[in-house]
C-alpha cells in the first residue's frame, strides 16, 4: 500500500496522469475504468500494470489477478488515487499501457483533426469516429493530447478501433489521400447532404473557434450543414457527428443500434 506522495511508483504514474511530455517519454498512458481495460484488452493491449485505490473490494482486486497473473499490482491510498484519475468519484482501478501505435495507409474513410485543442471535444469526436466506421484520424500537433486520460475517457475505448497519428503532416495527408476530402465551411454553396460519399472520402475538422487554415482549407470541397438562420454553427464534436454519419446513411453499411450514454 503506497500513502506517501514521494513514492517513486506514484511519482511516475503521476507523470502520466498529469504531462503530456512524461507520457511520451515513456510510451505509455494511464487508463481510467474498467470499460477501458476491457477495450484495451479486447485490442490485444496488455496493461504493464494495474492501480487499485485502497477502498477496492477485495474480490474486485482478486478477479483482476486472476485474469491477468503476470501484471503487477500497486495499491494506492484513496487520497493519491484520486490525484491520478480524470473525475470526481474514482472508479477505484488504473491501468497503465503502453500507447499503441497503429497507422492504417489503406483507409478509405478518414479524419483530419486540425488543432483541436479541447480534451471533451476531442474524446468525443473519435468516440463518434469509431461509431461511424471511420478508420483512421490524423491529428496535428496543436491538438490536445490524444492519450490524456481525459481524451482516453471521452473517447469510452476510441483510441483501441481507430488508428491514430499524432503531429501528422495534414498538408501531405490531404495530398496523398485518395478520394475526396471534405470541409464544412459557412456559407458554401453546396450542400453536406448533396455529397457522394460512397467512394474513399476524408473529412477534415478545425480548431474550435478559428476552424480551418486556409492551406487546408484550399485543399477540401467546401460545403455547408444545413441549420437554423438563428444558430451561426455547431460545435466541433456536433458536427462530425452530423458529416460522419451523413457517410454511414449513403453507404448502409453499420447495422448496429446506438445506444446512449453520458
Not at 475504468?33 to 493491449?45: F, K
Not at 474550435?208 to 487554415?213: I, R, V, Y
Amino acid at each position: 500500500m503506497v500513502t506517501s506522495r514521494d513514492n517513486a511508483r506514484y511519482q511516475a504514474l503521476r507523470g502520466l496522469a498529469s504531462e503530456r511530455r512524461a507520457r511520451r517519454q515513456a510510451g505509455a498512458t494511464l487508463i481510467d475504468g474498467e470499460h477501458l481495460i476491457e477495450s484495451a484488452l479486447a485490442a490485444g493491449i496488455t496493461p504493464r500494470r494495474l492501480v487499485f485505490s485502497a477502498s477496492s473490494q477485495a474480490n474486485r482486486v482478486a478477479g483482476w489477478q486472476a485474469r491477468l497473473p503476470r501484471v503487477p499490482l500497486l495499491h494506492l491510498s484513496d487520497e493519491l488515487f484520486a490525484t491520478l484519475s480524470p473525475v470526481d468519484s474514482p472508479t477505484g482501478v488504473l491501468a497503465e499501457i503502453a500507447i499503441p501505435t497503429r497507422v492504417d495507409t489503406t483507409a478509405r474513410f478518414v479524419v483530419l483533426l486540425e488543432d483541436i485543442q479541447d480534451p471533451g471535444n476531442l474524446g468525443a469526436l473519435l468516440r463518434t469516429a469509431a461509431a461511424a466506421g471511420v478508420e483512421q484520424a490524423y491529428l496535428s500537433t496543436a491538438c490536445a493530447d490524444v492519450w490524456s486520460p481525459k481524451v482516453l475517457r471521452g473517447g469510452q475505448g476510441a483510441h483501441f478501433r481507430l488508428g491514430l497519428e499524432e503531429r501528422a503532416d495534414l498538408l501531405a495527408v490531404a495530398r496523398d489521400f485518395p478520394g475526396s476530402l471534405h470541409a464544412a465551411v459557412l456559407g458554401a454553396g453546396v450542400s453536406l447532404f448533396d455529397l457522394n460519399l460512397r467512394d474513399p472520402v476524408a473529412f477534415a475538422f478545425g480548431n474550435e473557434g478559428a476552424g480551418l487554415s486556409e492551406a487546408l482549407r484550399a485543399l477540401a470541397r467546401p460545403f455547408s450543414i444545413p441549420m437554423s438562420d438563428q444558430v451561426e454553427s455547431l460545435n466541433v464534436a456536433a458536427a462530425a457527428a452530423v458529416c460522419l454519419f451523413e457517410r454511414v446513411r449513403q453507404q448502409g453499411l453499420l447495422t448496429g443500434t446506438a445506444s446512449v450514454t453520458a
